[in-house]
């Protein structure tokens, strides 16, 4: 059974950094790609960041423009683990943030949440002005 479990959420003021973790269990976590989505009250998801493991992709990383530059997806296979860090963090980057596995990865799909298959539950941010 997948399982995502996300972590590190919590409330910090405008500049601010946090580190969210998503420990993975259930799979090859090898072999899903995974991503980064977050949602704000009254929006839709939308995907942030998310790393690529199809066979050409040597593990390449892509990222929404609205976090290019501030947030960084990282993993650790050796504990099935998918990261985010968030720095410079704004008011509108408030949101429940998710972590997600896509068996089949698609390349040009990576930040479509709709090519997903397994989602954590979330962990809330909160950035004050």
């Known amino acids: 059974q997948v399982q995502l479990v996300e972590s590190g959420g919590g409330s910090v003021q405008s500049g601010g950094s946090l580190r969210l973790s998503c420990a993975a269990s259930g799979y090859n976590y090898r072999s899903y790609c995974m991503g980064w989505f977050r949602q704000a009250p009254g929006k839709e998801r939308e995907g942030i960041a998310a790393?690529?493991?199809?066979?050409?992709?040597?593990?390449?990383?892509i990222y929404a423009d609205s976090v290019k530059g501030r947030f960084t997806i990282s993993q650790d296979n050796a504990k099935n683990t998918l990261y985010l860090q968030m720095n410079s963090l704004k008011p509108e980057d408030t949101a429940m943030y998710y972590c997600?596995?896509?068996?089949?990865?698609?390349?040009?799909?990576?930040?479509?949440?709709?090519?997903?298959?397994?989602w954590g539950q979330g962990t809330q941010v909160t950035v004050s002005s």
């Open positions: 997600a596995a896509m068996p089949r990865c698609v390349s040009w799909l990576l930040l479509d949440s709709s090519e997903y298959r397994y």
């Open positions: 790393i690529d493991k199809t066979i050409d992709s040597d593990g390449s990383t």
